[in-house]
């Protein structure tokens, strides 16, 4: 079973600044199927990018993702206020769905 | 506007039973597979269960295999999850979800508000 290992665990930045997100796959897995949620408290998650890199309808330009094999990045270019949230990584493949554990984007 | 509401969360005490259910709106039913996937307190994303559109296929996590039972209602544009023998480690907001396919990805793309299972005594 694949595992998604996200960090940081927390990431505290100032508004303006460019945040970094890394989720990491125990084995090699399909770009196709790597994606990333933005949930913010009492919400239930909202898609922000699927296929690694395609950005779902309505997501700012700034959003942005990447990567292949077992290292993925999401990436924010400038801290919008309403961007602090938590962050998941997901896979899906052979009948399993995995989230990774979620990087907190933080107020510093 | 598609809306996916859950509702039949609530308190159980250990060994209980409780069905939850997810009503949906805005959106052609028959045509999408859905799942459900819960968030322990303070916690992250699990899922937990996956119905394809014709009901023809199941999974469940292994969290919840034997104890879990996902359905569909495509007339009436709805899901359920019957949850039996409860433990306190199935205590969550429970979501329901539409699971998509396009341009050769799959993810979650509407997901309801959630409903909380509290199992305790």
């Known amino acids: 079973e694949i595992v998604l290992t996200q960090s940081p665990g927390t990431l505290s930045l100032s508004p303006g600044e460019r945040a970094t997100l890394s989720c990491r796959a125990s084995q090699s897995v399909s770009s196709s199927n790597l994606v990333w949620y933005q949930q913010k408290p009492g919400q239930a998650p909202r898609l922000l990018i699927y296929g690694a890199s395609s950005r779902a309808t309505g997501i700012p330009d700034r959003f942005s993702g990447s990567g292949s094999g077992t290292d993925f990045t999401l990436t924010i270019s400038r801290l919008e206020p309403e961007d602090f949230a938590v962050y998941y990584c997901?896979?899906?493949?052979?009948?399993?769905?995995?989230f990774g554990q979620g990087t907190k984007v933080e107020i510093k | 506007e598609v809306q996916l509401v859950e509702s039949g969360g609530g308190l159980v005490q250990p060994g209980g039973s409780l069905r939850l259910s997810c009503a949906t709106s805005?959106?052609?039913?028959?045509?999408?597979?859905l799942t459900w996937v819960r968030q322990a307190p303070g916690k992250g994303l699990e899922w937990v269960s996956y119905i394809s559109s014709s009901s023809s296929t199941i999974y469940y996590a292994d969290s919840v295999k034997g104890r879990f039972t996902i359905s569909r209602d495509n007339a009436k544009n709805s899901m359920n999850l019957q949850m039996n023998s409860l433990r306190a480690e199935d205590t969550a907001v429970y979501y329901c979800?539409?699971?998509?396919?396009?341009?050769?990805?799959?993810?979650?793309?509407?997901w309801g508000q959630g409903t909380l299972v509290t199992v305790s005594s």
């Open positions: 805005g959106f052609t039913f028959t045509t999408y597979s």
């Open positions: 997901q896979h899906y493949g052979n009948s399993v769905w995995t």
């Open positions: 979800a539409t699971w998509t396919r396009y341009s050769g990805s799959y993810f979650f793309d509407y």
